[in-house]
């Protein structure tokens, strides 16, 4: 089975930040987590991080990742003390790979867009080639400042046997016209390799060690056009960075409208890769789906909403609403204006919104909440109604308390809940009502000051008027 090299020793100082290049988020993931993530499919054997600057933080960050996604594989790290380039950082895996029999894939920490269809094909044309190396390359419209590859016919009638590669600043004007760039990602016969890492040298402009040397002794070697050129895009600065969003972004609102999804604006949402939408959703502009969420079918989310790390069922709708945390069940309303957050569970058929704030409460099947309430801490059956302005008073200034409400009740408008507190079953509030003790079942509670009527009453003039 294949082994894995991670490039990811540099410091990335264009991205002028403390944090190392590959840890910056994209989205969800950092850089490196998902070129983690892309070569699960391919289940290596083993994977290595080759680290340097800021090894340990790099180390901590990637472990601890390992640790809480199922990526299959442990990583191992190998650390660069200097980075004295490319091929210096491959030849820290030769203590490690001694007798190693098969294929090494390289790839690249800062090219986070890279599809694992496409690692997969490089492996399987290695393969089925019997290259002692195979390079993915693209055809770039700006190649600048990328290695150029040539190449010639082979047996294949493709254009793909290798000749040379040249570093951008070794070319000459003519040789620059080639827009055929190497991608710095490889897969290598390992045994053919470990022969030739020792013999590279830096007798080159940059005095580094090149990986790209030690391709020339390697034959056969064939190179791979990638089909997207997008996915070896490379992040060095914020810009790119951005950019590489960007494309992140168009690939997941494609893969979405591909499976049902309407967006009405695509460019005015954002959805993390981690995101799964039901088909015939709406999503409406200016929507974004953060984390872990799922949206059921035939939903419509936003205009305006947030909703981050939460499961939405079939026929929900969100409008200019924020939910993190928490959980919808099908054919809900939520919002305009509502914020669901801290686990807030919200049945079937419900509607919470016109400004109402739920945290950390269950709200059951047919409930509904529909203006200017806070529920905190709260149980709520079914078939409740919680009038306009009913507050769970759940926090004394030091502890939470709960608030249970039974079904089929109803609290009026204006009515505060004292908790910790038991309301019953089909139990009435009045409105304008303080309830600081349980009422029980088939109850009417009233909880106010008794209105008092002073007839011919009037407001004393001052003497001067
Ligand atoms: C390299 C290729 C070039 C290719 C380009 C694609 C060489 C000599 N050239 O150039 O043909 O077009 O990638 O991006 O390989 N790294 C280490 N340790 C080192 C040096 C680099 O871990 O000592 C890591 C970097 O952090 C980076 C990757 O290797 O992730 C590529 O290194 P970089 O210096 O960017 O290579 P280029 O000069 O761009
Ligand atoms: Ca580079």
Not at 72 to 83: A, L, M, N, R, S
Not at 133 to 144: E, V, Y
Not at 283 to 312: F, K
Not at 371 to 388: C, M, P, Q, R
Request: hydrophobic letters at 35%.
């Amino acid at each position: 089975m294949v082994a894995v090299a991670i490039l990811a020793a540099g410091r990335g100082t264009r991205m002028k930040s403390s944090l190392p290049k590959v840890l910056h988020p994209l989205g969800s993931k950092s850089l490196v987590e998902r070129v983690l993530d892309s070569v699960a499919d391919i289940k290596p054997s083993r994977v290595f991080a080759i680290v340097g600057y800021e090894a340990g933080r790099v180390r901590t960050a990637l472990t601890d990742y390992a640790t809480t996604h199922d990526l299959g594989y442990e990583v191992e790290f190998v650390e660069q003390t200097e980075q004295l380039g490319t091929g210096h950082a491959v030849q820290q895996l030769l203590p490690h790979l001694e007798g190693f029999g098969e294929e090494l894939l390289v790839l690249n920490g800062d090219v986070p867009l890279l599809r694992p269809a496409t690692i997969a094909q490089l492996l399987e044309t290695h393969r089925s080639r019997g290259n002692g190396a195979t390079i993915l390359t693209a055809q770039l419209p700006d190649p600048t400042g990328y290695g150029r590859v040539f190449c010639v016919q082979s047996e294949t009638g493709e254009n793909d046997k290798f000749e040379s590669i040249i570093e951008h600043r070794d070319c000459t004007p003519e040789q620059r016209q080639n827009a055929r760039i190497n991608a710095g990602i490889y897969c290598f016969d390992w045994p053919k390799l470990e022969k030739v890492l020792p013999t590279l040298n830096t007798n080159n402009d940059q005095g580094e060690y090149y990986i790209t040397d030690a391709v020339n002794y390697l034959s056969p070697v064939t190179a791979m056009d990638v089909s997207d050129y997008q996915e070896i895009f490379g992040i060095n600065d914020r810009v790119q960075l951005a950019n590489a969003y960007g494309m992140l972004q168009q690939r997941k609102r494609e893969e979405l409208m591909r499976a049902g999804v309407l967006l009405i604006d695509p460019a005015s949402v954002t959805i993390d890769d981690s995101v799964t939408v039901g088909a015939e959703t709406v999503i409406e502009p200016q929507t974004h789906l953060r984390g872990s969420t799922t949206i059921g079918a035939n939903c419509r989310i936003g205009p305006g909403s947030l909703i981050e790390n939460s499961a939405i069922g079939d026929g929900v709708t969100a409008m200019y609403s924020v939910i993190s945390d928490s959980s919808v069940a099908d054919s809900s309303r939520i919002g305009p204006y509502a914020h669901l957050r801290g686990e807030a569970e919200i049945g079937a058929n419900c509607r919470i919104g016109n400004f109402v704030e739920v945290k950390q409460s269950t709200i059951g099947d047919r409930t509904n909440a529909a203006h200017l309430s806070y529920l905190g801490n709260a149980t709520l059956g079914e078939k409740v109604n919680i009038g306009a302005g009913t507050i769970t008073a759940n926090y004394d200034g030091a502890n939470k308390h709960p608030t249970t409400i039974g079904d089929g009740s109803k609290t009026g408008s204006n009515s505060v809940l004292v908790a910790p507190i038991e309301i019953g079953k089909n139990v009435t509030i009045a409105a304008g009502s303080t309830i600081t003790k349980d009422v029980e079942d088939d109850t009417l509670a009233i909880g106010r000051a008794r209105q008092s009527v002073r007839k011919g009453w009037k407001l004393k003039s001052k003497p001067s008027e």
